[in-house]
């Protein structure tokens, strides 16, 4: 089936790790984003990424990182440096160059420093 | 810059009443607006999206929103809650064209609880 698949789905870090959220889509989209979610204060923007090889920082991207190597693929890497990683992270993806296009949402994976 | 405002970060009803959660937008530019679904421990789901066609825009499981350019709203309704309309609920707003096109921004959310 096509989708996004994120993993893993829980994360246990410990102070001063980095840990790497993976995830993968077979959806052929062009453009990839991950988002933070956090109770009561809706989605925010990390990073997006439009094509190969280019990405654009967004809303809150301190203390993260990204690379987009391959088309499908778009880890995200929370480093030691985020003060307050625990949060629920969700990638998606969507088409490239129409406005209007539906962003797709993976099942999220649920980062918890310990 | 573009924002959303959904009033009611809980809104209660009984099965088979009317649910209405509210969305107002700010944006500089003509929007594309989107209610998404998200149910507990799950990513989100699309359930409409207004990209400037028809003003109401029907969606998946019965709901629907009306885009009113005059109150800068795009309020979700649907006649008859279902206990199985429990959840989460986020309206967004995109930029329609221009560099950010795809981008999503967000707004806080709205439980909704269906009471039996």
């Known amino acids: 089936d096509g989708g996004i698949t994120q993993s893993p789905k829980y994360l246990f870090r410990k102070e001063g790790q980095n840990v790497t959220l993976s995830c993968e889509q077979n959806?052929?989209?062009?453009?990839m984003y991950w988002y933070r979610q956090d109770p009561g204060q809706g989605l925010r923007l990390i990073y997006y990424?439009?094509?190969?090889?280019?990405?654009q920082k967004g809303d809150i991207a301190e203390g993260y990182s990204v690379s987009r190597e391959k088309k499908e693929s778009f880890p995200l890497t929370v480093t030691s440096a985020q003060k307050n990683p625990t949060a629920f992270y969700l990638c998606?993806?969507?088409?490239?160059?129409?406005?209007?296009?539906?962003?797709?949402f993976g099942e999220g994976s649920w980062l918890t420093v310990v | 810059a573009q924002s959303v405002t959904q009033l009611g970060s809980h809104v209660s009803v009984s099965e088979g009443a009317l649910v209405l959660l509210r969305c107002n937008y700010s944006?500089?530019?003509?929007?594309?607006l989107f209610w998404y679904v998200q149910y507990p421990n799950q990513g989100l789901q699309l359930l409409l999206k207004?990209?400037?066609?028809?003003?109401l825009v029907k969606g998946i499981n019965g709901f629907e929103a009306e885009f009113k350019k005059s109150e800068t709203s795009f309020h979700l309704t649907k006649p008859s809650a279902h206990m199985s309309d429990a959840a989460e609920y986020f309206c967004?707003?995109?930029?329609?064209?221009?560099?950010?096109?795809?981008?999503?921004?967000f707004g806080q959310g709205t439980i909704l609880t269906v009471h039996p």
């Open positions: 998606a993806s969507s088409m490239y160059r129409t406005s209007g296009n539906t962003i797709y």
């Open positions: 207004y990209t400037s066609a028809a003003t």
């Open positions: 990424s439009q094509i190969v090889n280019d990405f």
């Open positions: 967004a707003v995109s930029r329609a064209g221009g560099t950010s096109y795809g981008k999503l921004t």
């Open positions: 959806l052929n989209h062009d453009a």
């Open positions: 944006s500089s530019v003509p929007p594309y």
